[in-house]
């Protein structure tokens, strides 16, 4: 560490309030501070380190420091005052502290007092990444700037005369230099910047006891459960655990990518086995790649010789790792355009929110807006990952939801007592995809003999279907359609769009309306060629249930390897082929007359033209049928009537392809609260 000068520690950072004692003024709960409380500790490297922490929790601090890197949080309820609650996690600048002085063998000291004080309040606290272009010292001077502007509170008074009486006692004790050590005869107090001024100044007087509790009757610590970190925590989680491995040494120069570690339940097709999302091993080393990957993207140096966490940076290592497990589960592909909206619509609403980077509810937001619900989950999975944090533990684990925090048989409400900034609990707006405790139990439910569809789907996909026949006859009317001005009969009505565009001449246009060969009959939508037939391996043919109900013949991909319910297994399709009416085709992925085709998607397209019992066949795809495919059809005195993919809504064809296999019959009554 280089030793001190004006540019990194100027007065305001680190001021020596009194000889002996210095105060270092920081912004409770916020990741960025964490590397400067680091910094300016590894720089003066004090005897002793003082925290703004109130004195009674010294045992149940000690305690949650020795379960770092799991996440722990203090609870206490004294009757007739609002619980105090403090979650203890990496990033947090006070934990900093308080770790770097039991890493290095020095000794820390609680110093506010326990008096009871009600937060009604906030504070005028400009978003902590400023420091990034400002730096620490830029950015610790306006903090000190802004509450210097401001009248004290009795509450804040009261406190920071405890605080200097702690302090004054502790500098009383502070034991010699030892420059064999490095170690200073100092004190590193590290306190909220709303108090640093005015207990500077307090310092200088003698101090008196502080009128305030010596014990609380219960203090305990709890650990918290994993869904509960992005309700407790400001900054993501993953930024905790990136951040965890950065002062750990950890800085990946290139680690493996993660878009290939599936978070899936899978089945194979010759027996039941659980071959992926094991929570021991697939699941547990995707959630150690995260932080990793998330490091690599967003360490940045803050101090000299000190990383911390850019948020700015980790949005895009989230955009990225959201988006390569996005492809995975519905086989789409991210545009360059989305990435450009998402981080501006980001930024947006960080800057509605009095933020210059978004958090998680910010991200969440964009990637909704930008896809769907699906790469929403995907961000939010990704922002919430924290691998060392277990639903079970060695202490009794607290659920938050919401603005409630779970005690047991007891719900109380609870104010973040170290948080300065009031904030409105939000609640993350993705719908809670189920996820199985235990794999095997999901996997149970394939030991029934059929395989059906889910009626939901099926209704959806009849209907577009039926759509897409009324669009084709529709082309070719169009085609057919004649203009020629009124001479004695309207036709099928005056044309207006011609009208007007020859108003100059003074005649009146009128048009007839041409007439289709014919009606539609079979549909073929093709999303994706898969020429090499790997892409899309599973191949199906099945009848109608019912008279309302087409057959249909599809190719998508392997629906075993993603389990997301009891016997509910999900696909994305390649390209399916419907026709009506029911309970006529044959298997065609079997019929030797189609085994001239070309690929999968011909097989469905000559399917198609041989079960049509009308004259047209409506054919869905990036490119035009092949001309081969149009003599085939005109042998049969039938037309292929082409629509291309892009002129339909993207959003209509993105819930379409998506496709839900039921083992059984029975899975209906309970396959809307997995399916998404």
């Keep these: ?37 680091r910094g300016v500790l590894e720089a003066v490297q004090p005897a002793v380190v003082a925290v703004e922490l109130p004195t009674t929790l010294e045992e149940a601090v000690e305690r949650a420091l020795g379960r770092l890197p799991e996440i722990s949080v203090i609870l206490s309820e004294e009757g007739g005052e609002a619980p105090l609650v ?203 790649a995260i932080p990793r990957l998330a490091a690599h993207h967003a360490y940045r140096e803050l101090l000299p010789g000190v990383l911390g966490v850019d948020r700015g940076r980790l949005g895009g290592a989230v955009w990225k790792l959201a988006g390569d497990s996005f492809g995975v589960q519905t086989q789409e592909t991210l545009t360059g355009w989305q990435r450009k909206i998402f981080f501006d619509y980001a930024r947006r609403f960080a800057r509605v929110q009095g933020q210059l980077v978004p958090g998680t509810f910010g991200w969440v937001v964009a990637a909704r807006g930008v896809a769907d619900d699906n790469l929403a989950w995907e961000v939010f999975d990704v922002a919430r990952t924290y691998p060392w944090q277990q639903a079970l533990s060695d202490l009794e684990t607290v659920r938050i939801d919401g603005d409630e925090l779970d005690l047991g048989t007891r719900k109380v409400h609870f104010r973040r007592r170290f948080f300065r900034t009031k904030q409105r609990p939000v609640r993350i707006p993705v719908r809670t995809r189920p996820e199985a405790e235990d794999p095997a139990e999901w996997l149970e439910g394939f030991d029934s003999e059929g395989i059906c569809s889910y009626p939901k789907e099926d209704l959806v996909i009849e209907d577009y279907a039926v759509f897409l026949q009324k669009k084709a006859v529709a082309l070719l009317s169009t085609e057919n359609r004649r203009t020629e001005p009124f001479s004695s009969s309207l036709l099928d009505g005056i044309d207006l769009k011609e009208t007007l565009r020859n108003l100059h001449e003074g005649k009146i246009y009128v048009q007839e309306l041409g007439r289709s060969p014919g009606s539609a009959g079979s549909v073929v939508v093709i999303f994706d060629e898969d020429p090499s037939g790997e892409g899309y391996p599973y191949c199906m043919t099945w009848h109608g249930e019912h008279d309302q109900e087409s057959d249909m013949a599809f190719y998508a991909t392997n629906p075993f390897e993603q389990v997301v319910g009891p016997g509910i297994t999900r696909a994305t399709y390649g390209a399916f082929m419907m026709t009506f009416p029911p309970r006529r085709v044959f298997d065609v992925w079997q019929d030797p007359d189609y085994r001239g085709a070309r690929d999968k998607g011909e097989v469905l397209v000559l399917a198609a033209i041989d079960y049509s019992e009308e004259k047209l066949v409506v054919h869905v795809a990036a490119q035009a049928p092949a001309q081969r495919l149009q003599r085939y059809a005109s042998y049969q005195h039938k037309r292929l009537v082409h629509i291309p993919l892009g002129a339909l809504s993207p959003m209509t064809l993105k819930k379409i392809r998506v496709v839900h296999l039921l083992a059984g019959y029975d899975k209906r009554a309970v396959a809307n609260r997995y399916i998404w």
């Design 86 to 288: 403090w979650a203890v996690a990496p990033g947090d600048p006070l934990v900093e502290a308080l770790r770097w002085a039991e890493e290095n063998g020095r000794r820390w000291v609680l110093i506010d007092p326990d008096v009871r004080y009600i937060e009604r309040h906030q504070d005028p606290i400009p978003d902590p990444y400023a420091l990034w272009q400002l730096g620490p010292a830029q950015y610790l001077e306006l903090l000190q700037r802004g509450f210097g502007q401001e009248a004290a509170r009795a509450g804040d008074l009261q406190r920071e005369a405890g605080m200097a009486y702690h302090l004054q006692r502790a500098s009383a004790a502070l034991p010699a230099a030892d420059a064999a050590q490095g170690v200073t005869s100092e004190i590193v107090a590290v306190v909220g910047a709303a108090h640093a001024k005015r207990l500077a100044q307090r310092l200088k007087s003698p101090a008196a006891i502080p009128l305030a509790r010596s014990r609380r009757s219960r203090v305990t610590v709890r650990n918290l459960d994993p869904e509960s970190l992005c309700a407790l925590l400001p900054d993501p989680p993953v930024a905790h655990a990136a951040y965890e491995l950065l002062r750990r040494g950890e800085v990946p120069s290139r680690p493996a990518s993660v878009a290939t570690i599936s978070r899936k339940v899978s089945v194979l097709t010759h027996g039941l086995r659980l071959i992926v999302g094991d929570r021991d091993d697939e699941l547990l080393r995707r959630r150690r």
């Design 1 to 37: 560490m280089e030793p001190l000068d004006d540019t990194f520690m100027p007065d305001a950072i680190a001021a020596v309030a009194i000889p002996g004692v210095r105060i270092l003024p920081t912004v409770h709960e916020r990741l960025d501070l964490a590397p400067v409380v």
